[in-house]
């Protein structure tokens, strides 16, 4: 069973076996508009949690994408550079950036679930 967390700058992260995935939420891919230019970082980077970790550039705005947890970037979306409107069409699934082996499981548990992200929303609308 997966467990996604998101943090307040519209991350999300999901376990999937040893590894974590991440990417940015439906709520910002569309507060973006169309995503043109997306620039990952290298595997074998290691983030502290908040690092900016991707760039994402669309029709509106440029935009800094933070690590929620600390960890090494072990897999990025190489799909993302050349099709960057995969993140426009799948935010949270085909339009992940990148895979992160996490340092410390225990920091997700300072993210928000699904619906406690859900009620953070409302409140920044």
């Not at 074998?44 to 970037?73: F, I, N, R």
């Not at 069409?89 to 928000?112: S, V």
Request: aromatic share 8%; proline share 2%.
């Amino acid at each position: 069973m997966s467990q996604v967390r998101y943090t307040k700058d519209h991350e999300w992260i999901r376990l999937d076996g040893e590894a974590a995935v991440v990417g940015i939420t439906d709520y910002a891919q569309s507060q973006l508009g169309d995503v043109v230019y997306i620039e990952l970082p290298a595997t074998g980077t290691v983030l502290a949690q908040g690092d900016e970790a991707a760039v994402v550039e669309s029709v509106k705005a440029a935009s800094e994408v933070y690590a929620p947890v600390a960890g090494e970037v072990i897999a990025v979306n190489d799909r993302l550079v050349e099709t960057p409107a995969l993140v426009n069409d799948d935010a949270e699934g085909t339009g992940w950036f990148l895979k992160l082996k996490i340092t410390d499981a225990a920091a997700l548990d300072g993210l928000m679930s699904a619906e406690q992200y859900k009620h953070y929303l409302e409140t920044v609308n």
